[in-house]
């Protein structure tokens, strides 16, 4: 079976810094895109970070850029979230979510939401002011 196992969250003052992991196992095919999704209360889900496995390129939403570091080790098959100078804003549920389809982009997949073949269960971060 696929599974998505996320870890690193936790209660953080503002301006701290924090890793989340998702070790990705049960896989006998490559990825399209692996990458991290957050929900805040009351809020939808939105696209956080993405690696897109054909070349390797990253995304992320406007409002964590320069504060966010996505990166993976394959070896371990492990996607990491660097998350420095965090805000109370930052505060949801993050998870780590996989697409295997290839008939979109990286982009539409994780800026839309549409398309994700597998979840992860979320891992909770709260910043607070």
């Known amino acids: 079976d696929v599974q998505l196992q996320a870890s690193g969250g936790g209660l953080v003052q503002a301006g701290g810094s924090l890793r989340l992991s998702c070790a990705a196992s049960?896989?006998?095919?490559?990825?399209?895109?692996i990458g991290w999704f957050r929900q805040a209360p009351g809020k939808e889900r939105e696209g956080v970070s993405y690696?897109?496995?054909?070349?390797?390129?990253?995304w992320y939403v406007d409002s964590v850029k320069g504060r966010f570091t996505i990166s993976s080790d394959n070896a371990k098959n492990t996607v990491y979230l660097q998350m420095n100078s965090l805000k109370p804003e930052d505060t949801a549920v993050y998870y780590c979510?996989?697409?295997?389809?290839?008939?979109?982009?990286?982009?539409?997949?994780?800026?839309?939401?549409?398309?994700?073949?597998?979840w992860g269960k979320g891992t909770q971060v709260t910043v607070s002011s």
């Open positions: 979510a996989v697409v295997v389809d290839t008939l979109y982009s990286c982009s539409y997949y994780f800026r839309s939401g549409y398309g994700i073949d597998y």
């Open positions: 049960g896989f006998t095919f490559d990825e399209h895109a």
């Open positions: 690696i897109c496995r054909s070349d390797d390129s990253t």
